[in-house]
């Protein structure tokens, strides 16, 4: 029943910006920890941005001063703010919610493409 739904993927030229929502249903969503990862056709899924309860964040390198998380906990939806994107950012973008108790929830994943 938890459910993570990701939208606002696509193409983008580099330099670009895009801003990725992350819907969440069937889960506490403001106790919890939110998170966006990457994983490109061969790669590893790697995390991009987290965005605990108390609103505390961090980043990857690569993507620190230009990609920005946040939430709104009325709406149940966290999102991913990216900019001065660059080919090497194009991935399948995940939502990730991990509970207090170990348990991880994933969405489906959005596509975001930047061509040069």
């Known amino acids: 029943q938890v459910q993570l739904v990701e939208s606002g993927g696509g193409l983008v030229q580099a330099g670009g910006s895009l801003r990725l929502s992350c819907a969440v249903s069937?889960?506490?969503?403001?106790?919890?920890?939110v998170a966006w990862y990457q994983q490109a056709p061969g790669k590893q899924r790697d995390l991009v941005a987290r965005?605990?309860?108390?609103?505390?964040?961090n980043y990857a390198n690569s993507v620190k001063g230009r990609f920005t998380i946040s939430k709104d906990n009325a709406k149940n939806t966290v999102y991913l703010q990216m900019s001065s994107l660059k080919p090497e950012d194009t991935a399948v973008y995940y939502c990730?919610?991990?509970?207090?108790?170990?348990?991880?929830?994933w969405g489906r994943g959005t596509q975001v493409t930047v061509s040069s």
């Open positions: 069937g889960i506490f969503f403001s106790g919890n920890d």
């Open positions: 990730n919610l991990r509970s207090r108790v170990g348990n991880n929830y």
């Open positions: 965005i605990t309860s108390d609103g505390s964040t």
